[in-house]
């Protein structure tokens, strides 16, 4: 095979070829690896490119499968792409800000390290929204990552560089973190699957905080196969983190297996109204509508839901997510972490200008709402309403889980992917772009991007199955079924742009 068509193979296909003696890891990380470098220029979506690291772990790979063959680990020699939110032992971890340029942290994440510990191969940490704050990736300090479907529109935020990275081709699968939508609104910008697991599901370990209450690890994959591989290898508790769940991890794989062709026949499909609103673009409304249609032909039953305290999903968002941002980038004063200004006079002029070099506007902006509603005097009249709202809308989703339905479906994005700069003068049109995924982070819930049509201008559309706490395989196997009939797969229309 050329590099070409390895690259336009699935993880699933290249473990198949692997292990076939068809190619070597090797061979496919030399392929992958050439083309980032081919195409980054144009993107952006990769900060770091470890070709060494790759090599390295790919010649060991090829001696694991020529020693264990089918019992080699799932994902020894495929290549993956890793999010620069998430630490890695010995590769600058920067979080896209000039905070944290030059930082060589002495530790994996624990999700890196079991994809490490499972043969996989890392080939670099992709761009993104600066310490994940943005829903455009326009907002690092390494330049906007741009849209493969078009290069004058965003990836989407803040996993951007992950997403881009899938799409075209760079990797098979990749790791992102998704605070309010970060993994499923730039899926269905670029035309891929996303999926953020429920909070707990995924050690956040070695994950740099952001909003500690909402970030969750995901992934990104154009097979729904490979999403179930990914997922199966990072789930699973840690001690390391405390917020980690000690549930059992399905086996995601098999379960897809089990469940493919059976239709989904007594499946409950909850539809909520408060997301199918004016202001959404025309085009999205009619390609979900369509999903709903071929979901109901599978067997399911479309149920109409309410989740009442909808509208405040964002409100309450952009409360709870700037409070907790600036409690955690507290620490980056240039004393105890990140960057420190060369040039100051007194202690307080070093914090001042530390912080003031350090960060970039979207930041800088979180940083000041948090301080403000965090403050003696604003802490009631703002944070503890915006908790107790967020009560209401966990409990919404309970009761339609408990009454209604087994799954949620949805538009991922109330648009395609916009322009570059179109919005970057308004951040309240910014956020609005989070409307449809982030009340899922209140929540602590699951939810799956998956693509499911195309605009007039030919850029791809997102539906977003939200499922119960640890409902994930059951997200899977809805999506594959859904995908199965559709009227066509957006993965290969990207892969034949390759």
Same mark, same amino acid.
């Given at each position: 095979?050329n590099?070409?068509?390895?690259? =336009?193979?699935?993880?699933?296909?290249?473990?198949?070829?692997?292990?076939?003696?068809?190619?070597?890891?090797?061979?496919?990380?030399?392929?992958?690896?050439?083309?980032?470098?081919?195409?980054?220029?144009?993107?952006?979506?990769?900060?770091?490119?470890?070709?060494?690291?790759?090599?390295?772990?790919?010649?060991?790979?090829?001696k694991?499968i020529?020693?264990?063959?089918?019992?080699?680990?799932?994902?020894?020699?495929i290549?993956?792409?890793?999010?620069?939110m998430?630490?890695?032992?010995?590769?600058?971890?920067?979080c896209a800000?000039?905070?944290l340029?030059?930082?060589?942290?002495?530790?994996?994440?624990t999700?890196?390290?079991?994809?490490?510990?499972?043969?996989?191969?890392?080939?670099?940490?992709?761009?993104?929204?600066?310490?994940?704050?943005?829903a455009s990736?326009?907002?690092?300090?390494?330049?906007p990552?741009?849209?493969?479907?078009?290069?004058?529109?965003?990836s989407g935020?803040?996993s951007?560089?992950?997403?881009?990275?899938?799409?075209?081709?760079?990797?098979?699968?990749?790791?992102?973190?998704?605070?309010?939508?970060?993994?499923?609104?730039?899926?269905?910008?670029?035309?891929?699957?996303?999926? =953020?697991?429920?909070?707990?599901?995924?050690s956040?370990?070695?994950?740099?905080?952001?909003?500690?209450?909402?970030?969750?690890?995901?992934?990104?994959?154009?097979?729904?196969?490979?999403?179930?591989?990914?997922?199966?290898?990072?789930?699973g508790?840690?001690?390391?983190?405390?917020?980690?769940?000690k549930?059992?991890?399905?086996?995601?794989?098999?379960n897809?297996?089990?469940?493919?062709?059976?239709?989904?026949k007594?499946?409950?499909?909850?539809?909520?109204?408060e997301?199918?609103?004016?202001g959404t673009?025309?085009?999205?409304?009619?390609?979900?509508?369509?999903?709903?249609?071929?979901?109901a032909?599978?067997g399911?039953?479309?149920?109409?839901?309410?989740?009442?305290?909808?509208?405040?999903?964002?409100?309450?968002?952009?409360?709870?997510?700037?409070?907790?941002?600036?409690?955690?980038?507290? =620490?980056?004063?240039?004393?105890?972490?990140?960057?420190?200004?060369?040039?100051?006079?007194?202690?307080?002029?070093?914090?001042?200008?530390?912080?003031?070099?350090?960060?970039?506007?979207?930041?800088?902006?979180?940083?000041?709402?948090?301080?403000?509603?965090?403050?003696?005097?604003?802490?009631?009249?703002?944070?503890?309403?915006?908790?107790?709202? =967020?009560?209401?809308?966990? &409990?919404?989703?309970?009761?339609?889980?408990a &009454?209604?339905?087994?799954?949620?479906?949805?538009?991922?994005?109330?648009?395609?992917?916009?322009?570059?700069?179109?919005?970057?003068?308004?951040?309240?049109?910014?956020?609005?772009?989070?409307?449809?995924?982030?009340?899922?982070?209140l929540?602590?819930?699951?939810?799956?991007?998956?693509?499911?049509?195309?605009? &007039?201008?030919?850029?791809?559309?997102?539906?977003?199955?939200?499922?119960?706490?640890?409902?994930?395989s059951?997200?899977?196997?809805?999506?594959?079924?859904?995908?199965?009939?559709?009227?066509?797969?957006?993965?290969?229309?990207i892969?034949s742009?390759?």
């Amino acid at each position: 095979m050329n590099e070409l068509e390895l690259i =336009r193979l699935s993880a699933t296909e290249m473990r198949r070829g692997l292990l076939a003696g068809e190619f070597s890891a090797v061979q496919l990380t030399k392929a992958h690896l050439a083309q980032i470098m081919s195409t980054n220029e144009r993107f952006n979506h990769f900060i770091t490119i470890c070709e060494d690291v790759a090599l390295n772990a790919a010649n060991s790979a090829d001696k694991i499968i020529a020693q264990k063959k089918q019992n080699s680990p799932a994902l020894t020699g495929i290549p993956v792409a890793i999010k620069d939110m998430l630490v890695t032992e010995g590769i600058e971890t920067t979080c896209a800000s000039k905070m944290l340029k030059g930082f060589i942290p002495p530790y994996d994440c624990t999700a890196v390290a079991k994809l490490r510990s499972r043969g996989a191969v890392i080939l670099g940490k992709t761009n993104l929204d600066e310490f994940a704050m943005g829903a455009s990736n326009e907002n690092s300090a390494f330049g906007p990552v741009r849209n493969p479907w078009d290069e004058e529109r965003v990836s989407g935020g803040s996993s951007g560089g992950s997403a881009v990275s899938v799409a075209l081709g760079s990797a098979p699968l990749a790791l992102g973190t998704d605070t309010g939508g970060s993994i499923r609104q730039p899926a269905a910008f670029t035309g891929i699957l996303g999926l =953020r697991p429920t909070y707990g599901r995924v050690s956040r370990y070695g994950c740099v905080a952001f909003a500690s209450s909402l970030d969750q690890i995901g992934a990104f994959a154009r097979t729904i196969e490979d999403l179930a591989l990914i997922m199966e290898a990072i789930s699973g508790h840690d001690e390391s983190d405390s917020t980690s769940m000690k549930v059992d991890v399905p086996n995601y794989v098999a379960n897809l297996q089990a469940s493919k062709d059976q239709g989904l026949k007594g499946l409950r499909v909850g539809v909520p109204k408060e997301y199918f609103i004016s202001g959404t673009q025309s085009e999205v409304n009619e390609a979900v509508q369509a999903g709903l249609r071929i979901l109901a032909k599978l067997g399911a039953e479309l149920v109409d839901i309410s989740l009442p305290n909808t509208e405040l999903a964002v409100p309450v968002y952009y409360i709870i997510n700037p409070a907790e941002a600036s409690s955690n980038l507290a =620490r980056y004063d240039g004393v105890r972490y990140g960057h420190r200004t060369k040039s100051c006079g007194s202690l307080a002029d070093m914090y001042k200008k530390t912080r003031q070099e350090g960060f970039g506007p979207e930041v800088k902006r979180r940083i000041m709402i948090g301080t403000y509603v965090l403050s003696a005097g604003y802490y009631d009249a703002y944070y503890l309403q915006a908790q107790k709202a =967020r009560t209401l809308i966990i &409990n919404d989703f309970k009761a339609a889980f408990a &009454n209604d339905c087994d799954i949620i479906a949805t538009p991922t994005a109330p648009t395609t992917a916009f322009k570059i700069a179109e919005k970057c003068t308004s951040p309240l049109q910014m956020y609005l772009a989070d409307i449809f995924t982030c009340p899922v982070n209140l929540a602590g819930l699951c939810g799956l991007s998956l693509p499911c049509g195309l605009d &007039n201008n030919e850029l791809p559309i997102g539906l977003q199955l939200i499922g119960a706490p640890f409902q994930e395989s059951k997200l899977m196997c809805v999506a594959q079924e859904l995908q199965r009939e559709l009227a066509f797969d957006t993965s290969k229309r990207i892969r034949s742009r390759i």
